[in-house]
């Protein structure tokens, strides 16, 4: 696979899962998450390459979707999971996309790293 591939598998999978990402952000996270996660949909979509920004967004999405960001006495936005059973009809639909998130990213890890731009807006 050619390094840009990342950006087109990255791509794929926010046009794949748009509706169920935005739904599970909104339910864990709130209409300030919806918002980043709009920020990333549209970075993505003039990026010219797979950006290390965009790795982090990623991460972010893996993070939020198992429950780890809310561990972190960092997070002090709204806590869906304080109130989440496991027998909540939701959680198995969360489960599922954390897992297509999980794949998305050792997919973009099997591709080799040469290509990867780097966000001068981050790196500085």
């Known amino acids: 696979m050619k390094p840009s591939n990342k950006?087109?598998?990255c791509k794929?999978?926010?046009s794949d899962h748009d509706l169920e990402l935005q739904n599970a952000v909104l339910l864990l996270c709130g209409s300030g998450a919806v918002m980043r996660?709009?920020?990333f949909r549209a970075a993505v979509a003039k990026a010219s390459g797979f950006m290390s920004s965009h790795r982090r967004e990623l991460n972010w999405l893996k993070a939020m979707l198992s429950f780890d960001l809310f561990l972190s006495?960092?997070?002090d936005e709204f806590c869906f999971h304080a109130?989440?059973?496991?027998e909540d009809p939701?959680?198995?639909s969360l489960c599922v996309l954390y897992e297509a998130v999980e794949r998305l990213l050792a997919d973009i890890d099997a591709i080799a790293?040469?290509?990867e731009q780097i966000d001068l807006e981050t790196a500085a």
């Open 7 to 9: 950006l087109n598998l």
């Open 12 to 14: 794929d999978f926010l």
């Open 37 to 39: 996660l709009q920020r």
């Open 73 to 75: 006495d960092a997070f």
């Open 83 to 86: 109130d989440c059973s496991p």
């Open 90 to 92: 939701t959680v198995p």
């Open 113 to 115: 790293p040469a290509g």
